[in-house]
């Protein structure tokens, strides 16, 4: 039988694929997938490949679809069934595969859905993800061949792993746990029941219509409900998650939010002490505080692409144990395998908290203080976002500014810094500046609007409150 199929282009993004279901992303899009990387699975030498699925709607029918596809190019498919995106990461580190999808719409609102896809327990993106698109559209797959399909539940070893690396002690901790109606509900409900202390957990039940707020723990919104049980209760933190749980959010006993990169500091002081002068791992629109943070306490701070399959491919380039980005996805390589999950890094989280002499409060509240934009988006077609950053570049070049390029421009001034870059999925440049003082982060947005009005560009709405950090 000819297979030949055509993605919307919307779909392939830099690093998984992803639609609107029923309108840009339907079933026949799921087989052709399968088609296609098992495919290339088999070109280089491989044949077997995990696939799991979240808690949304659309996603059984997308991973049987995807297994379809997969199982037509002569691949043996486990399927481990529905949970959190780490549990399948875990099952391709432990089990004898060549490859793994997620079917997953991450955090995105109920009507979406996407993959998210490893090969050779390497995250498959960028250019590959271009080269699936291009195989469907010109027929080019494996002949034919029938495949195999077994049902494994890896969610017990998967527990027994997370909880293996409880280091807290006895310590009787008061926690609660957000699960945002994600695929983590199951999994975290039996792995509390293995950690000393209470523990309440919010909306446990998986539900993919999400029903009590956005699955998204970086939004201060989202995190209201936990914000009030940690009141109520009076407990030591508070934990949550994205919809398929490879992101974390968390707040004190305050009922503070800890913004990723000031739960990276928490997380980088304690993993250096293990593995001092240790390379630490964050993406472009991190505080420089987080950078100076692990400097001061011995490690080697490294400034990185925005990107979850980026930051994968630098860890295991430099050796780093622990990484991390402000959108909440934190990697351990230290003990664990390197790959984003909001539920090892709680569990780690949790251990430091119960080992401290102080609260989470306390540490939030010693950092230093600066005031920052939020992340500021604003719509720039595709085809012209990269060549404003090149022409911003020039422009501080010839300035003699202090530029950081490693993922569009970083500027460091007496003031702070102002970061402008393209984004990888979408048609919109990101901006975020941070200063110390109310008057230095003005002159900040007034150095930002004029690069972009030297690019034909209108300012950004600086409307959203500036945070204190």
Known sequence: MMFKHTFTPTMLREYDIRGIIGKTLHAADAFAIGRCFGSVVIREGGHR????????LSSPEMEQSLVDGLMASGIDVIRIGCGPTPMLYFADATQDTDGAIMVTGSHNPPDYNGFKMMLGRKPFFGPRIQQIGQMAAAGDVVAQATGSERALDVSEAYIDRLAQDWDGGDRALNVVWDSGNSAAGDVLVRLV?????????????????????HPDPTVPKNLEALTAKVAELGADLGIAFDGDADRIGAVDNKGHMLFGDQLLVVLARDVLKSHPGGTIIADVKASQVLFDEVAKAGGTPLMWKTGHSLIKAKMAETGSPLAGEMSGHVFFADKWYGFDDALYAGIRLLGIVARMDCTLSDVREALPHVINTPELRFDCDDTRKFGVISEVAARLAADGARVSSTDGVRVQTEDGWWLLRASNTQAVLVARCEASSEAGLERLKAALVVQLTASGLDAPDFSGENAGH
């Open 193 to 213: 029941k293995r950690l000393p202390g209470k523990h309440t957990i919010l909306f446990p039940e998986i539900d993919g219509r999400f029903p009590n707020h």
């Open 49 to 56: 490949v995990a696939v799991g699925y979240d808690g949304r």
